[in-house]
């Protein structure tokens, strides 16, 4: 397992997706790629990969595309501030071998393998030799990284101003099983080989919620069916003096699809799975308005607030799938508010995590606000802000005026 430095982290945190080169002292050029979970199976499953390096504005940008459709592919990038990291991208282009650690949106190190020693690359060696180092101003960079990266994507994945090398996909990566112990004291496990991935979703869903609240989040909590039976309410609940937050998680089989599916097909997938979630939440919010028991899976009966407005959130793999995003509109915000008098909420996990951190934040600034509350009143502004938009398919990003830099 690959631990990340503080610094390390707080970018792996907040950043959704990116790659980074690392380099220790008698160690292996080190290659961490923070991605999505649904991008990390296509990783694990084998498709073609490419490193790419171009100087930007005098420094070194690097990138690694991950081919998940076809001959089109995601773009993963970094701009090289430390040495440490040309240190790494020079041992691999004199030949050392080069290891790799996957990390999920959560920065949870859940996969890695090593891959063979590359061909000596001078060239790459001389653009490493012409790189300025130092902290990055991004924004300044932004457009020509941009244009750069751009090019990258050109129908034959090759332009004179990158070098690029073919890392080859790999099938036999080596699982990393994370455990994270819960407020009641059960065991949540991140596994990304787990063929149950709509269990390792709602995981992950529950490793960023958790701590909301002193009670924890609860997973799977049951309602009565028939006679002495039972069936799933929804698929996470959270609940306290000011309202309940329900989450339906839906997400899309990749692991065992004979055929790895391309991105047109995945989002005809997810648009049918998102409309059936919104069902789910609505019934989910009218059970608990009629009054009915609901229990834990052990079948200790919760206490849960069924007077103040809920959340409904549906949980996806990625918001970049949803063909439509006018299709969660605000016709459709309104209609939602008028059947259940609750807030339709959409997310990823990288949103959600986003939530969370916000969260999180505007209750350590407090002297009275829990983090619960503070979860409850940032939805509450991020609701507002989608009506704003006039769709649920926004990302939103918390920014304290006091920590703005001036430009």
Not at 9 to 22: G, K
Not at 52 to 74: H, K, N, P, Q, T
Not at 161 to 168: A, V
Not at 228 to 239: A, G, H, N, W
Request: aromatic share 8%; net charge negative.
């Amino acid at each position: 397992m690959h631990i990340l430095s503080n610094r390390n982290r707080d970018e792996f945190l907040s950043v959704p997706q990116l790659v980074r080169f690392d380099y220790s002292a008698g160690q292996e050029p080190t290659l961490l790629i923070k991605g999505s979970t649904l991008l990390l199976k296509y990783i694990v499953l084998g498709v073609r990969l490419q490193l790419a390096f171009a100087i930007c504005d005098g420094r070194l940008l690097y990138s690694m595309r991950v081919f998940d459709d076809e001959s089109d592919g995601g773009i993963l990038w970094s701009v090289a501030e430390r040495q440490e990291e040309l240190d790494a991208i020079r041992a691999m282009a004199q030949g050392q071998p080069l290891v790799a650690f996957l990390f999920n949106e959560i920065a949870v190190n859940v996969a890695w393998n090593d891959f063979p020693a590359l061909e000596a690359m001078d060239s790459l060696v001389s653009l490493i030799d012409n790189a300025s180092l130092g902290r990055v101003d991004h924004q300044a960079m932004k457009g020509a990284a941009t244009d750069l990266l751009d090019k990258l994507g050109d129908v034959d994945g090759t332009h004179s101003d990158w070098i690029t090398l073919e890392i080859s996909g790999r099938c036999d990566w080596t699982p990393l099983r994370n455990h994270f112990i819960t407020a009641s004291a059960s065991s949540s496990l991140i596994n990304l080989f787990d063929q149950d991935e709509g269990n390792q979703q709602e995981q992950i869903g529950i490793w960023l919620t958790d701590n909301l609240h002193p009670l924890g989040a609860y997973h799977s909590p049951q309602r009565p069916y028939k006679d002495k039976e039972t069936r799933e309410l929804i698929d996470i609940l959270l609940s306290y003096q000011f309202g309940a937050t329900l989450i339906e998680s839906k997400t899309l089989s990749i692991l065992t699809r004979k055929q790895l599916p391309k991105r047109a097909k995945l989002q005809r997938d997810v648009s049918s799975h998102i409309s059936k979630a919104f069902r789910q939440l609505r019934g989910g919010i009218r059970k608990l308005k009629e009054g009915l028991e609901i229990t834990d899976r052990d079948g200790t009966v919760l206490s849960i607030t069924r007077d103040k407005p809920a959340h409904a959130i549906v949980l996806v793999p990625d918001l970049e799938l949803i063909e439509d995003p006018q299709q969660y509109g605000s016709e459709f915000i309104k209609d939602f508010m008028a059947d259940t008098g609750g807030f339709a909420h959409l997310l990823d996990i990288s949103e959600l995590l986003r939530v969370v951190q916000a969260a999180q934040m505007i209750a350590a600034r407090g002297t009275t606000t829990t983090p619960m509350m503070a979860f409850d009143y940032y939805l509450i502004e991020r609701a507002k802000k989608a009506a704003e938009a006039g769709t649920l398919c926004i990302k939103v990003l918390l920014r304290f005026a006091d920590e703005e830099t001036p430009s």
